[in-house]
């Protein structure tokens, strides 16, 4: 066990990063937990404090173009379009990598995940250390990713050497992650910039990559996202009342509108916003059962339904 602390201070938090030492670190969509790029042992710790398995790449942060062009090959020129149009921001994009950078951070593959941080702190922490930072979210593998620095502690205390502080992350769900490895450009994971987002200002289609096809974003293939109470989704109002009885105690009922809530359940509205910080809560407080009223108004929202699907292991 090490002592975790807590820190405001961003130039603290680099001068740790910079010692090797493990500081989990705000961005816009979840906390991420930090390590250089090019520091094989902080990488190799990153994987062991969160239990996380070893063909599952890191994605890599960055704060310049030139740092992608450190560390990318062959980019194809959609790529600088994509950049002008979302970074920094919540956007992942998969390079092919050169060769100097270690099959560690890439799970083996040859490509490498890239995204530049919009968050002011991620921005000006990569700034300070001078070199880009891996960080995958800052939670244990399987648990919901961490949006407070709190749920951080609650998964890392004492196996990270800090937390930099910056309050809630305003998003709240993970990065779009999307590969510009072959000409046909794929969502490997749906986040805050939507399919038709993309296809709109990119004028050309995209498609999502099935759960099915070869494994091109191996992390697709564990499950993610998941609270410890079981969690079931329901499509209209007149199906929560049957989903509740399964369960015997408290539970919890998740909404894109509020519900009353009644004397059987508690009832919260659901945001991507708010999404991982209430799956922790049923976790904490003891609730044997959530249901989710997935109505079309949520329906809309495509990186929350997938965290749901995920969550539901459906
Ligand atoms: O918003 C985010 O992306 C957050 C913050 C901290 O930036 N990070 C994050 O990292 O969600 P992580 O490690 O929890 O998720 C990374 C995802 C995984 O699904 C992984 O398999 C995929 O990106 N990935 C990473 N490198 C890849 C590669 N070379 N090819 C395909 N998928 C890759
Ligand atoms: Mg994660």
């Known amino acids: 066990m090490i002592k975790t602390v807590v820190l405001d201070s961003v130039i603290e938090a680099a001068t740790m990063l910079r010692e090797g030492k493990l500081v989990a670190f705000p961005t816009e969509t979840v906390y991420g937990l930090g390590a250089r790029l090019f520091d094989e042992e902080g990488i ?60 560690l951070v890439s799970g083996g593959l040859d490509s490498i995940a890239i995204r530049m941080p919009s968050h002011p702190m991620a921005l000006e922490l990569i700034n300070q250390v001078g070199a880009p930072l891996v960080a995958p979210s800052a939670n244990l593998s399987g648990r919901p990713s961490p949006t407070q620095a709190s749920h951080v502690l609650e998964d890392l205390e ?4 800090a937390v930099l502080d910056g309050g809630e992350c305003p998003l709240g769900v993970e990065s779009t992650v999307i590969s510009l490895l072959e000409d046909e450009i794929v969502i490997l994971r749906p986040g805050s910039i939507g399919k038709e987002e993309l296809e ?17 974003s191996p992390g697709m293939k564990y499950r993610h ?18 989903a509740l009885d399964r369960w015997e105690g408290k539970k919890m009922v998740l909404a894109s509108d509020p519900i009353p809530s009644s004397s059987g359940y508690d009832s919260f509205v659901l945001s991507s916003h708010n999404l991982y910080a209430l799956l922790r809560q049923a976790d904490r407080e003891g609730y044997v059962g959530i249901v989710v009223l997935c109505d079309s108004a949520l329906r809309r929202d495509e990186a929350l339904v997938n965290r749901l699907l995920k969550a539901s292991n459906s």
Do not use: C, M
Request: proline fraction near 9%; hydrophobic fraction near 40%; charged fraction near 15%.
């Open 44 to 103: 190799r710790s990153v994987f062991q404090a969160k239990g996380r398995p070893s063909d599952n790449p890191l994605i890599v942060h960055v704060s310049s173009l030139l740092q992608v062009e450190a560390i990318a090959q062959e980019i194809p020129s959609i790529f600088y379009r994509l950049a002008q149009l979302f970074w920094p921001g919540p956007l992942t994009v998969v390079l092919k990598k050169q060769p100097h950078v270690s099959l």
């Open 158 to 161: 004492g196996s990270i050497a």
């Open 200 to 216: 709109k200002v990119l004028e050309r289609a995209i498609s999502f990559a099935s759960e099915k096809t070869p494994l091109r």
């Open 225 to 242: 996202y998941a609270p410890s109470s079981p969690l079931q989704l329901v499509e209209t109002q007149g199906e929560i009342t049957s």
